[in-house]
């Protein structure tokens, strides 16, 4: 390194030295040393951490997922030194340094560069998030304390951003999204009408026609036809891939939107019957979205809301698999509740609608709930015989009439709820082998479910007095809840927690309190 970088360097590495000593977080200090060196994003965080560049390479290089990276450190100083010269780095690239730098992935980049990467590539930078890493990081969590654990306490509802700071975020954001001015826009006015920043996640992967016909829409510009409603139709399944990857926050205020969208799209007097229907299939679907979303902040008082909407619109439609659908998911709310009575109930009518409804698919999702419901309710092994018809089921071949809400059916979906099933039976030498090969086979896009996943299988290691691998499983559940804001995940370790109470000298449960608290999950 030559002379004046490594003085420039050391000098860094003292003041960071100083800086974290009184608490401050690495973005911090990065800000701080952004006011009297005018480098790149990655050099600042270099200096903020006070490594050399020989040590920064060997850190990517041991972090790189597929243990092939073979970065030297020329092409590092070429990374840094972009865009002034140099070469850009890849978005996969940028994502390590992230884990490396204890930060997120959008902080390493100028406005300018982000928006010089692709569509997918956007996607990867937006979810590349490792702050909790950084020990002076605090990270407020919201799940309510458990009784028997040191938890936190819930903290009150998101607060709503005043309109001018939400304005200006978004600007900026829009700004890095997109170059042309015109197209510029209109993305901001689309952003604006659903949801804010959140929003652009969506919007990007829309062609500019797409734009342009949902813009239309909006204004009351001309009728409502089938290619704008399979606008709203993609934007909804992208919306639950979001809500499956990053959490229920984040997709809540689009989804919200969204739905206050729809309902001012059905009030135009001149919209054709069939055209009217879709819309209002939409508007189910984003009331069905938003219940599970507010489910999975626990905040049942809202879910019941928008369960009861759907099932509104359900009735409006006279679906009888809409309405099974939402029936089975106010069940297995109620069953998480801990509401037997309530759980049975919603079962009953789910299951009768489902027969009315015709639609294989959906039964073999109704069998599924009732097998849930059996095994945690009744204790009835007989309830597994539901997940073997759920499974036959959900072999057929699907067709024209399966519905869209039903895209995660799957055989191997299915099998993965008998582990859940064989924990509730206290069979763990059952559930534990089926866990083992249903995280193989795990989608690794699902976090939320990987995460109930660990801690069912955790479960089934303490029934056998398996506790180091327990204290493995619901530390690596924990892992996924740094990069998930569902606070049901959050309210299910400290449950599993909770179980490993006679242990609580045990070296492993320990280490795994310590990792907890460092994650702001126990205090």
């Known amino acids: 390194m030559p002379g004046e970088g490594y003085r420039i360097l050391l000098g860094c590495r003292r003041r960071s030295e100083a800086l974290r000593a009184c608490s401050l977080t690495f973005d911090q200090i990065a800000g701080v040393f952004a006011l009297d060196h005018e480098v790149s994003p990655l050099r600042l965080y270099r200096y903020a951490h006070g490594r050399t560049a020989g040590e920064v390479v060997a850190a990517y290089n041991d972090l790189d997922p597929a243990g092939t990276a073979t970065l030297r450190a020329p092409r590092f100083y070429d990374y840094e030194a972009w865009p002034q010269a140099g070469r850009r780095p890849s978005a996969g690239a940028v994502a390590i340094f992230a884990r490396v730098y204890q930060t997120a992935a959008r902080r390493l980049l100028t406005d300018e560069v982000y928006a010089s990467y692709g569509v997918r590539d956007r996607d990867l930078l937006d979810q ?3 702050r909790h890493l950084d020990a002076n990081h605090s990270r407020q969590v919201s799940a309510p304390a458990v009784p028997g654990t040191k938890g936190t306490k819930a903290l009150p509802p998101l ?6 700071a939400r304005c200006a975020d978004l600007l900026r954001a829009v700004g890095a999204e997109e170059a042309d001015v015109k197209r510029r826009e209109l993305l901001f006015e689309l952003a604006l009408l659903l949801g804010g920043t959140p929003a652009l996640g969506l919007l990007r992967h829309l062609t500019p026609p797409e734009r342009e016909r949902l813009a239309a829409a909006a204004r009351h510009q001309g009728p409502i036809d089938a290619a704008t409603i399979d606008v709203l139709d993609n934007l909804t399944t992208r919306l639950w891939r979001m809500d499956e990857t990053m959490g229920p926050r984040q ?6 939107a969204k739905r206050a969208l729809v309902q001012d799209l059905l009030k135009q007097g001149s919209l054709r019957p069939a055209s009217r229907d ?12 938003a219940g599970w979303a507010h489910y999975d902040l626990m905040d049942y008082q809202g879910a019941t809301q928008r369960y ?13 698999a809409l309405l099974a659908h939402l029936h089975s998911l106010s069940a297995n709310m109620a069953l998480y509740q801990g509401k037997p009575t309530v759980a049975m109930d919603h079962s009953f009518a789910a299951e009768g609608w489902a027969k009315n409804s015709g639609n294989r698919l959906q039964q073999a999702a109704i069998s599924l709930m009732m097998a849930r419901v059996s095994a945690g309710v009744r204790r009835d092994e007989g309830g597994l015989r539901f997940l073997d018809r759920a499974i036959d089921l959900a072999c057929e071949k699907r067709n024209e009439s399966d519905l869209r809400h039903l895209f995660w059916i799957s055989p ?3 099998a993965r709820h008998a582990v859940f099933c064989l924990v509730e039976l206290k069979q763990p030498e059952r559930a534990i082998p089926l866990a083992q090969q249903t995280l193989v086979k795990a989608d690794p896009g699902w976090n939320r479910e990987r995460g109930i996943l660990y801690l069912e299988y955790a479960t089934a290691l303490i029934q056998k007095r398996e506790i180091p691998e327990a ?4 530390g690596a559940a924990a892992q996924i809840s740094v990069r998930h804001s569902s606070v049901r995940l959050l309210h299910s370790i400290r449950q599993a927690r909770v179980r490993l109470a006679p242990w609580e000298d045990n ?3 320990q280490d795994l309190d310590e990792r907890l608290r460092s994650l702001a999950i126990l205090v």
């Open 128 to 130: 590349a998030d490792h």
């Open 159 to 164: 607060v709503p951003v005043p309109a001018p």
């Open 251 to 256: 997709i809540i205020p689009v989804a919200d």
């Open 278 to 289: 879709r819309l209002l299939h939409v508007y189910w679907s984003l009331s069905h979205l």
């Open 308 to 320: 009861e909407e759907g099932l509104a619109v359900a009735h409006e439609l006279r679906a009888p």
């Open 412 to 414: 191997e979906r299915i």
């Open 471 to 474: 204290s493995a499983m619901i």
């Open 507 to 509: 070296k492993h449960v």
